[in-house]
């Protein structure tokens, strides 16, 4: 078993002295007022509480800190931009280990293609810098103006363009982690083939800091697109959305960048809440997907195929209204329609939040079946179902009846976690799509994941981290 001892709560002062002299007084944080917005999450679901928050400047100040914790039993949980939505960067005694200061890119390879730089890059500045050097860097999440590319990785962050590009863990190519004992592990190579045994990055991407810190990353760059389209679409059902995303694939290809999903309370609480936010459509649907191709091509003729696939589907009767953005401006603005709407479910009151995925071909039957039961369980619910379709991953969201107590309806999180869960899980999904495990869903892991899994989970965390000093408590439980 993992040991959970001893990560003292209160380390000697010649400990905390240690860790002070390697990263000086810009490094080191202790006032309560100060720590306060690294205790909590983006939810509020948790409010923890640390010794220090510690801020190196370097990968050797990180690995000599980490060195430190190891000797006296220390826990170490790694934050970056601290938007995590399941509790991973929470805190429970120990440090924490922020990424803030350690925010360079080291280097762009335009030939190769790649960009390497350190892990506190904030995401809107790695998709900055990559712009300057003629690239695209793809990954693109509501958070990107504040979470940090170490913490995407960590957590293999999806976002709005997986359908065409992978998931964050497929536009990695190296890492530099420092490992539970202090020791730097230097995997920073630029290569596309790589034969040489364990791909070892793979342990790390994902884990959450539970088995090392990711303190620089080469990741791969793209040809930026010349020409882009963007639609939003009203359609009659789900199955409607589905037969949508096959027709445009088909007859899209690798144009089709983003293929997202929302059902029309969504847009109701983005309009109502998010200033600037205008419903483009002047009648109400059940549904809708909001589409983007992309070509590295200036004359790809992407309006041409999305007024066809358009018109083939308003004949099927797979489409009852649609508008085509007449500009980049206005394509942003449908973007922002999407991206408004977990912040504008906040007004509304509680909010559950599940983040699962099925195969594609399960999204309808999910969507229908988790709806009957929840709205079952809870007259009155609100389902807000939105969500990256073309990879399967749906976030269905339940907004707490009107005029319900908020505290009373969030006791309700487990209950109807396990509802969604085990229906996603018995059509062959997930129960966390891309927010990770972090402290919120260790239980789901224990209840859905098989014996042999967790072995295999728990032998890695032993091997690695046999005193349970990083992030202990998150992914995987001892």
């Given at each position: ?204 991407l994902g884990s959450e800091g539970t088995l090392g810190i990711i303190t620089a990353a080469v990741l ?117 329609i999407r991206e408004s709407i977990p912040e504008a479910q906040k007004p509304e009151g509680g909010s ?127």
């Amino acid at each position: 078993m993992v040991t959970s001892e001893p990560n003292p709560l209160h380390p000697s002062d010649g400990v905390l002295a240690s860790i002070q002299e390697i990263v000086g007084p810009k490094g080191w944080i202790d006032d309560p007022a100060d720590l306060e917005p690294y205790l909590v999450e983006e939810r509020g679901l948790y409010h923890g509480n640390c010794i220090a928050v510690v801020r190196p400047g370097t990968t050797e100040e990180l690995a000599a800190v980490v060195r430190v914790c190891a000797d006296a039993g220390v826990a170490v949980v790694p934050q970056g931009g601290n938007t995590g939505l399941v509790g991973g960067g929470v805190p429970e005694g120990g440090i924490v280990l922020s990424m803030s200061r350690m925010n360079r890119v080291r280097a762009i390879d335009p030939v190769n293609r790649t960009i390497t730089l350190e892990a506190g890059v904030i995401l809107a500045d790695v998709q900055k810098a990559a712009e300057e050097a003629g690239a695209l860097f793809p990954l693109s999440l509501g958070a990107e103006g504040s979470c940090r590319i170490g913490g995407n990785l960590a957590t293999n962050a999806g976002g709005m363009t997986v359908v065409r590009y992978g998931n964050a863990r497929d536009m990695v190519l190296g890492l530099e982690v420092v490992l539970p004992d202090g020791r730097i592990w230097d995997g920073l190579k630029g290569l596309r083939k790589n034969n040489t045994g364990y791909d070892l990055k793979q342990l790390f991407l994902g884990s959450e800091g539970t088995l090392g810190i990711i303190t620089a990353a080469v990741l791969k760059l793209y040809p930026p697109p010349r020409v882009a389209e963007t639609a939003l679409i009203a359609v009659p059902s789900v199955q409607a959305a589905l037969d949508l995303f096959n027709r445009t694939n088909e007859q899209a290809g690798d144009t089709l960048t983003a293929f997202e999903f929302m059902a029309r309370i969504g847009i109701d609480f983005a309009v109502k809440h998010v200033p600037d936010i205008v419903d483009p459509l002047t009648e109400r649907y059940p549904y809708y997907a909001l589409i983007k191709l992309t070509s590295t091509q200036a004359n790809a003729p992407l309006k041409d195929t999305l007024e066809e696939i358009l018109a083939d589907a308003f004949e099927e009767g797979l489409v009852e209204d649609a508008v085509i953005a007449a500009s980049e401006s206005q394509g942003e603005a449908l973007w922002r329609i999407r991206e408004s709407i977990p912040e504008a479910q906040k007004p509304e009151g509680g909010s559950i939040k599940n983040d699962i995925s099925v195969p594609l071909s399960c999204v309808p039957d999910f969507i229908e079946r988790a709806t009957a039961a929840v709205e079952q369980a809870m007259p009155g619910i609100r389902v807000v179902p939105f969500g990256h379709f073309g990879d399967g991953n749906i976030h269905f969201n339940l907004s707490q009846p009107i005029g319900a107590d908020r505290q009373a309806f969030l006791a309700e999180w487990e209950r109807f976690d396990r509802m969604v869960a085990d229906i996603a899980t018995d059509l062959g999904g997930s129960f966390s799509a891309e927010h990770g495990i972090g402290q919120l869903k260790t239980v789901d892991m224990d209840r859905y994941k098989s014996d042999v899994e967790i072995d295999l989970m728990r032998s890695l965390k032993r091997a690695l981290d046999p005193k349970n000093i990083m992030n202990p408590g998150k992914v995987v439980r001892s």
